[in-house]
């Protein structure tokens, strides 16, 4: 089966780090760019991070930029966000989808999300 | 960077067709954009990605019922034949590089 899957959300204290991990099944990652996706509660779609295939170039939302480091691990099929000096309104679902390939900034496949909600 | 404009609600009834809108701002006008559903408490699902002319490629799985088309700077998701699991909210999303844009989503409603 084709899928992704967002793990590591959980409760972060303002100011803390979390790193998101997301494991592609069914498909090899190192073929396809890939985003970082977020929604707060209640609210709209958030666009995080882009990296391409070879992480040869890699951009973030200027919203998170000096706090947020996108990575993947291709020999793994591991895409992973670290987010750091979190604030309460990085509070979120956070998902990772797949680039659509030819227009990666594009994404035809998406994970079901992972949580992080970020409370003192 | 691009805005994008979606209005916030659309209803029509079960079995007829709806228009959705997504308006690319001033500069922006021959983008490409792509189409997606959020069922509630899902996550998104990718429609099609929509050209400039028009033409439209629908994701895996995407009934025919979805199509889209294009004029000037704005940009339609068509839905016939409407379904109660196709109340959801729907989000368009364009790009330059460095810079992924997400309209503010729109909220249809199948009475």
């Known amino acids: 089966e084709i899928l992704l899957a967002e793990s590591g959300g959980g409760l972060v204290r303002p100011g803390g780090s979390l790193r998101l991990s997301c494991v592609a099944s069914?498909?090899?990652?190192?073929?396809?760019?890939m985003n970082w996706v977020r929604q707060a509660p209640g609210k709209g779609l958030e666009w995080v991070s882009y990296?391409?295939?070879?992480?040869?170039?890699?951009y973030y939302a200027d919203s998170l930029k000096g706090r947020v480091t996108a990575s993947r691990d291709n020999a793994r099929n591991l895409l992973f966000l670290q987010v750091d000096s979190l604030r309460v309104e990085d509070t979120a679902v956070y998902y990772c989808a797949r680039g659509l390939q030819g227009s990666g900034w594009f994404s035809d496949l998406w994970g079901q999300g992972a949580l992080v909600t970020v409370s003192s | 960077q691009p805005v994008l404009t979606q209005s916030p609600s659309a209803s029509a009834s079960l079995g007829a067709s709806v228009k959705l809108t997504c308006t690319l701002s001033s500069g922006h006008g021959t983008d490409a954009i792509a189409w997606y559903q959020q069922q509630p408490e899902k996550g998104p699902r990718f429609l099609m990605r929509l050209n400039n002319d028009g033409s439209h490629n629908r994701g895996d799985g995407i009934p025919d019922r979805f199509s889209g088309s294009s004029s000037g700077a704005e940009r339609y998701l068509i839905i016939s034949s409407l379904q109660s699991e196709d109340e959801a909210d729907y989000y368009c999303q364009t790009w330059v590089t460095g810079v992924v844009v997400f309209g503010g989503g729109a909220r249809l409603t199948v009475l």
């Open positions: 990296i391409n295939a070879p992480s040869r170039y890699i």
């Open positions: 069914g498909f090899p990652l190192s073929n396809y760019a």
